[in-house]
């Protein structure tokens, strides 16, 4: 199995909606990262997990909280979000950044297409 | 900080023939990953070929292959015999070899979208 599943596949919110954004792989990678991805853009770095810890936050602003529950799945809450947050929000993973580790890919999964009106 | 630079925005080739996708990177790591990513429109980002900064060969799968110059901290991409399901976005990225957490984080270039003429 060499998937990374993300779901909803779209979500539609209001600005003071909850919501979260789910991620789950089974391939025994102890990394795992959120992207956020605008139109004809490259991915940008929000969150990185190594070993279910919080290694990275690129400071996200508070309304996104990550959350890693055990080591195939990773959360995103949501919350009092804004337009501008609109996005495909793109959940990856990797065998943990050790040097000569594995492939060194990262494995995205389909995205969540996320709109805030 | 590592950056890795895709100047063309876009590009066009004729189905059938040869492209070539440009990307440099600037980093003083000496051991890294270095990635092909494709992004067609229905959205997933699909791994197209990888090379290790330690192997001086050329990456290659099947119509893909990579001119890999190290010295030059180059790495652009061949797509052989074009088809039209080539049509995408192509991303060139970066990730260090060595250490966890901070360290294991994909660096992308801002890409280029490839259309294919039939």
């Known amino acids: 199995d060499t998937e990374v599943t993300q779901t909803p596949k779209h979500l539609v919110m209001g600005m003071t909606n909850k919501k979260s954004l789910k991620c789950e792989q089974h391939?025994?990678?102890?990394?795992m990262y959120w992207y956020k991805q605008k139109a004809k853009k490259p991915p940008e770095l929000m969150f990185v997990?190594?070993?279910?810890?919080?290694?990275i936050n690129e400071s996200v602003p508070s309304r996104f909280s990550p959350e890693c529950p055990n080591s195939s799945l990773l959360n995103l809450h949501l919350h009092a979000l804004q337009p501008e947050d609109s996005a495909l929000y793109l959940c990856?993973?990797?065998?943990?950044?050790?040097?000569?580790?594995?492939?060194?890919?990262?494995?995205f999964g389909e995205g969540s297409r996320l709109t805030v009106l | 900080a590592q950056t890795v630079t895709q100047s063309q925005p876009e590009m066009s080739v004729q189905e059938a023939e040869t492209v070539t996708l440009s990307c440099t990177y600037d980093?003083?790591?000496?051991?890294?990953?270095l990635f092909w990513y494709k992004q067609p429109p229905s959205r997933q980002m699909i791994l197209v070929i990888r090379?290790?900064?330690?192997?001086?060969q050329n990456a290659t799968e099947n119509r893909f292959s990579v001119n890999f110059q190290k010295a030059a901290k180059s790495f652009s991409l061949k797509i052989s015999d074009s088809q039209l399901g080539d049509a995408a976005m192509y991303f060139c990225?970066?990730?260090?070899?060595f250490g966890t957490g901070a360290n294991s984080k994909l660096t992308f270039g801002k890409g280029i979208t490839l259309s294919v003429r039939p």
């Open positions: 990856a993973s990797s065998q943990a950044g050790l040097a000569g580790a594995g492939t060194g890919e990262l494995f």
């Open positions: 090379q290790e900064a330690y192997k001086q």
């Open positions: 391939m025994g990678h102890r990394a």
């Open positions: 997990y190594s070993y279910e810890k919080l290694s």
């Open positions: 990225a970066y990730r260090s070899a």
């Open positions: 980093t003083s790591e000496s051991d890294y990953y």
